[in-house]
């Protein structure tokens, strides 16, 4: 097996012609690794990215070969995948205002070129998702939002289009199914790529609390931040400290990590049903 990139948060090998994507417990926050990891995060990732494939794998077909012929150290955190030619951008959805989205509203009344209705505010709920792409940053660098042009710049006017209605589809159902389950999806980021025949695959992660913010619904209050299952809860922190969002990161305190944790595991009972 050989290492072929270690990422922020996963490490990617080649193993017989496959690909194993390992998903670690490291955190990072503002494209910083934080020295300090979370217990069982790389797992939970891996776990609930396995029950969203399988959830919306009429949507878009998936990378996943085997979530169990993988190498016995890396059990339940591994996932052996297709090879893919990953497209160069950063695909996401928003239905909620929040984040670097409502910064740039602020500023421009829009997000990523999609102009929006005035009065908005940190939380609103968006007449209708959009689709906010970025760039993507090597690592230590930080993913710059793009217009929609921009996508068809880098990849051309029909994969453009292709990008931007799976990532609304994947959004659209995902964010229905944890409604039900009293968690709201306010935004999400997916990767795809082309597999050796063409075809547009979902790789990477999906519908993770690294990928994407989950809300509390019943909790839900426009004008404010959000109560969260995601890593706004260890970002906030880290902000609150005063770091500079440059390395090096500060040590997280026990009582932060184990906060984190809890978020991850009830962010994966709740949209799953099943016990951690």
């Not at 082309?194 to 839900?220: K, N, V, Y």
């Amino acid at each position: 097996m050989k290492l072929l990139h270690s990422g922020k948060v996963r490490d990617v090998y080649e193993d017989r012609g496959d690909i194993i994507l390992v998903a670690s417990d490291r955190v990072s926050v503002y494209d910083v690794i934080l020295p300090t990891p979370i217990p069982d995060k790389g797992k939970i990732l891996t776990q609930l990215s396995l029950w969203w494939f399988e959830q919306l794998a009429d949507v878009v077909p998936n990378h996943v070969v085997s979530a169990t012929d993988v190498p016995a150290e890396f059990a339940g955190r591994a996932i052996r995948c297709r090879k893919l030619d990953m497209l160069p951008v950063e695909c996401v959805a928003r239905g909620y205002l929040t984040g670097g989205g409502l910064t740039e509203y602020r500023e421009h009344g829009s997000v990523s070129g999609v102009p929006l209705p005035p009065g908005l505010v940190d939380g609103s709920r968006l007449p209708e998702p959009i689709f906010t792409p970025s760039t993507k940053a090597p690592l230590g660098q930080h993913d710059e939002p793009i217009s929609f042009e921009g996508v068809v710049e880098r990849v051309g006017a029909e994969t453009a289009e292709e990008l931007r209605r799976i990532t609304l589809e994947v959004y659209r159902r995902g964010a229905e199914l944890a409604a039900g389950r009293g968690v709201v999806i306010a935004d999400t980021k997916i990767e795809l790529g082309r597999a050796a025949d063409g075809t547009l695959i979902l790789g990477d992660e999906l519908l993770t609390p690294d990928s994407s913010r989950f809300w509390p619904a019943d909790q839900w209050e426009p004008g404010r931040s959000q109560p969260s299952f995601d890593k706004q809860y260890v970002r906030d922190w880290a902000t609150g400290t005063g770091w500079d969002k440059k390395e090096p990161a500060p040590e997280v305190p026990a009582e932060v990590v184990e906060a984190t944790r809890a978020r991850y595991v009830e962010a994966y009972e709740r949209i799953t049903g099943e016990t951690w």
